[in-house]
C-alpha cells in the first residue's frame, strides 16, 4: 500500500528564514550598531569627583578632571558621541552658570575637545540646572516667562560654540527658541553649528532619576506649561515642523518607549534626523528589574533600543550605550568565533 500523496500546503512557512542564527541575522531587517548611541555624561565642579547618582545605578557625576579617562573609556566602547550636562557650583535667578564663559559645561567641552577631537559633543541648552528655583527659564510673578528666556538660551548656545561643541540641543521648551538660537550663532559667526532640538519632549514621570543626577528638581510647582502633554500627539508634528522651520538641523523625541508612535510619527513626517532619548525612568527600571534578577539584562535592553530604532529613530541617547556597545561587540566575536568553527567548503 503506497502512502498518501503530500498535499500543497495552503499556508506561508514564515519559519523557514527563522530557522537558525545566522539565518535570522540574514534577514533582519533593524540593526543596532555602536554608531546608533550619544552617551549622556553629568559633569560638576570640583575634582576628584565621580559620585554615584543612587537612582541611576551605573550613572556618575564626574569632574572635569576626570573626563579624559572617561573619554578614553568611551573609544573602548567605540561610542562615537556623548551630551553633555553641567552642575554648575552656584546657582542663582538668571541661570548666569549656564552661559559663563568658563562654566562647568564650557570647560567640560574644551576638556573632551583636547583628548579626542573626533568625539562628537553635543550640548544640552537649558536653564533649570543653573537656577536657584530649578525652573527652566525667567520666573515673572511665579510663572516661566517666555521671551526673556530666549536671551539666555541663545547666549548659552553660543557661549558651548565658543567652547568648541559640535552640535547644541535645546531641551527648554520656550517657543521660539530656536529662532533666536539660530539668529545669535549666526550672528555670532557660528553659522556651522548645528541645532538639535527637543522639538517633542513631553512632561514626563518618567525623568526623575534624571533631576537627581543633574540635581534641576524644581523647588515649586511643575514643568506643565512648557512641556508637552502627554496625551497630544498632533501636536508633536506642530512642534518639529515648526522647529525645523526656525533652523533645527535635526530632532529629538522624548521620553522614547512611552512615545513610540510619535516618533514613527515624526519620522514619516520629515526628512532631518530623528533621535530619541532613552530616558532616566526607562534606564532605572530596567536596572532595577535586572538587579532583583527578575529580567534577562542584556536581552531586554537590545530589544528596547532595538524597537526605538525600528519606530524610526535615526540614533539613540541613552545610558546604556556602553553596556549596549559591549553587548553587541560580544555577539558579533560569537558569530565570527562561530563562523571559524563550522567553515564552508
Given amino acids: 500500500m503506497t502512502a498518501p500523496e503530500a498535499s500543497e500546503p495552503s499556508f506561508r512557512r514564515f519559519r523557514r528564514l527563522r530557522r537558525t542564527a545566522g539565518l535570522r541575522r540574514l534577514v533582519r531587517e533593524t540593526r543596532l550598531a555602536v554608531d546608533d548611541f550619544i552617551y549622556p555624561l553629568f559633569v560638576t565642579y570640583g575634582r576628584g569627583v565621580r ?4 537612582s541611576m545605578p551605573g550613572v556618575h557625576q564626574l569632574s572635569i578632571d576626570q573626563l579624559p579617562a572617561e ?3 568611551l573609544r573602548r566602547h567605540g561610542i562615537g558621541a556623548v551630551l553633555l550636562f553641567g552642575i554648575p557650583e ?3 535667578a538668571w541661570a548666569s552658570g549656564a552661559y559663563d564663559e568658563h562654566g562647568v559645561v564650557q570647560e567640560a567641552v574644551r576638556a573632551i575637545k583636547a583628548v579626542d577631537r573626533e568625539l562628537v559633543v ?9 537656577t536657584d528655583h530649578g525652573h527652566c527659564g525667567v520666573l515673572i510673578d511665579g510663572e516661566v516667562a517666555n521671551d526673556p528666556t530666549l536671551e539666555l538660551l541663545a547666549r548659552t548656545a553660543v557661549s558651548h560654540a565658543a567652547a568648541g561643541a559640535d552640535a547644541v540641543a535645546p531641551s527648554d521648551m520656550m517657543d521660539g527658541r530656536v529662532w533666536a538660537i539660530r539668529r545669535a550663532l549666526d550672528a555670532a559667526g557660528f553659522t556651522q553649528t548645528p541645532i538639535i532640538s527637543y522639538a517633542a519632549k513631553y512632561a514626563s514621570a518618567f525623568y526623575g532619576p534624571f533631576r537627581d543626577a543633574a540635581e534641576s528638581t524644581p523647588r515649586f510647582g511643575d514643568r506643565r506649561s512648557h512641556q508637552m502633554d502627554p496625551g497630544n500627539r498632533r501636536e508633536a508634528l506642530a512642534e518639529v515642523v515648526t522647529d525645523i522651520e526656525e533652523g533645527a538641523d535635526a530632532v529629538i523625541v522624548k521620553p522614547a518607549l512611552p512615545y513610540l508612535d510619535v516618533l514613527a510619527a515624526v519620522r514619516a513626517r520629515v526628512e532631518v534626523p530623528v533621535l530619541a532619548y532613552h530616558v532616566s525612568g526607562e534606564y532605572s527600571m530596567v536596572k532595577a528589574a535586572a538587579l532583583n534578577g527578575w529580567i534577562d539584562e542584556r536581552q531586554v535592553v537590545l530589544e528596547t533600543l532595538t524597537a526605538i530604532k525600528r519606530a524610526g529613530a535615526t540614533a539613540v541617547i541613552t545610558y546604556y550605550a556602553k553596556e549596549a556597545a559591549q553587548w553587541l561587540a560580544d555577539e558579533a566575536g560569537a558569530a565570527r568565533a562561530a563562523a571559524v568553527a563550522t567553515p564552508g567548503d
Fill in 90 to 92: 552656584t546657582k542663582d
Fill in 51 to 54: 559620585r554615584a547618582v543612587p
Fill in 122 to 130: 553635543i550640548t544640552d541648552v537649558c536653564n533649570c540646572e543653573y
Fill in 71 to 73: 573619554v578614553e573609556d
